[in-house]
C-alpha cells in the first residue's frame, strides 16, 4: 500500500469561498482520484488526475468548481470554488499503487462543512 | 449507467457467527472487484480485490465471485463487534478507464 496524507482533515467554510485540498503519497504513482463522499452516501469519482495530463472529470463535474492540479508523481491538489452549502461532503483522494491489480488506496479524508 | 448494487442494511449477526455481504453489477465486461471496509468517520480501507470465478481466502474474510451472475460476495466468518462498519463492494469499469464505481454500502453490526 501507500502513506496517503491530506490536508486540511477538516474545515468550515463561508459560501462563496473557496478551498484547496492537498493530497501527498509517500511513493510515486501514476494516477490519482478526487471522491466525494456525501453524507450517508456512498463514493463519487470527481477526476482522476494524472502526472503530466489535465485532469479527467466525470459526468457532473466540471473544472471550473473543481479544478485539479498534478504538478509531480507524489503530490495533486483539489480546489471547490465558489462553495455552497451542498459542497459540504468528505473529499476523499486515492492512489493506484500497484498499477497490475488496479486497486486504489485512500487517503484520511477532508471533512468539508459550508455554511 | 454502470451501476453496483448493495443491500444497504443494516445487516445484523450475532458475535461469532458468519456475516454474508452481496453485491451484484451491471457492467457485464468488468474484471476486478473490490471490498473496502470503512468505520464511521474514516475513510475507505481495503479488504480484499479478486479477479477470478470462485473463491478467494484471506483469514477471516472470504470474496466470492460469479461473472455469469454478474454477483460478488464477502463473507466474514468468527465476526466480532470490531467487524461493526460500513462495507463497500467497487467494480472497476470495463475499458481501460482504471474507474471504481462503488455501491452504497451494507451497513453490517456484530453485536456481542
Known amino acids: 500500500s501507500a502513506v496517503i496524507s491530506q490536508k486540511p482533515s477538516r474545515d468550515i467554510c463561508q459560501r462563496g469561498t473557496s478551498l484547496t485540498i492537498q493530497c501527498q503519497v509517500d511513493?510515486?504513482?501514476?494516477?490519482m482520484f478526487w471522491y466525494r463522499q456525501q453524507p450517508g452516501q456512498s463514493l463519487t469519482l470527481i477526476a482522476t488526475?494524472?502526472?503530466?495530463?489535465?485532469?479527467?472529470?466525470e459526468s457532473g463535474f466540471v473544472i471550473d468548481k473543481f479544478p485539479i492540479s498534478r504538478p509531480n508523481l507524489t503530490f495533486s491538489t483539489l480546489t471547490v470554488s465558489n462553495m455552497s452549502p451542498e459542497d459540504s461532503s468528505i473529499y476523499l483522494c486515492?492512489?493506484?499503487?500497484?498499477?497490475?491489480?488496479?486497486?486504489?488506496?485512500f487517503g484520511p479524508g477532508t471533512r468539508l462543512t459550508v455554511l | 449507467q454502470k451501476e453496483v448494487e448493495q443491500n444497504s442494511g443494516p445487516l445484523s449477526v450475532p458475535e461469532g457467527a458468519i456475516a454474508s455481504l452481496n453485491c451484484t453489477y451491471s457492467?457485464?465486461?468488468?474484471?476486478?472487484f473490490f471490498w473496502y471496509r470503512q468505520y464511521s468517520g474514516k475513510s475507505p480501507e481495503l479488504i480484499m480485490f479478486?479477479?477470478?470465478?470462485g473463491d478467494k481466502e484471506d483469514g477471516r474474510f472470504t470474496a466470492q465471485l460469479n461473472k455469469a451472475s454478474q454477483y460478488v460476495s464477502l463473507l466474514i466468518r468468527d465476526s466480532q463487534p470490531s467487524d461493526s462498519a460500513t462495507y463497500l463492494c467497487?467494480?472497476?469499469?470495463?475499458?481501460?478507464?482504471?474507474?471504481?464505481?462503488f455501491g452504497a454500502g451494507t451497513r453490517l453490526a456484530v453485536h456481542p
Open positions: 486515492s492512489v493506484d499503487v500497484v498499477r497490475s491489480t488496479d486497486t486504489q488506496y
Open positions: 511513493s510515486q504513482v501514476t494516477m
Open positions: 488526475a494524472n502526472q503530466g495530463s489535465e485532469a479527467t472529470y
Open positions: 457492467d457485464r465486461g468488468s474484471q476486478s
Open positions: 479478486i479477479y477470478s470465478n
Open positions: 467497487a467494480v472497476l469499469i470495463s475499458g481501460g478507464y482504471n474507474k471504481l464505481i
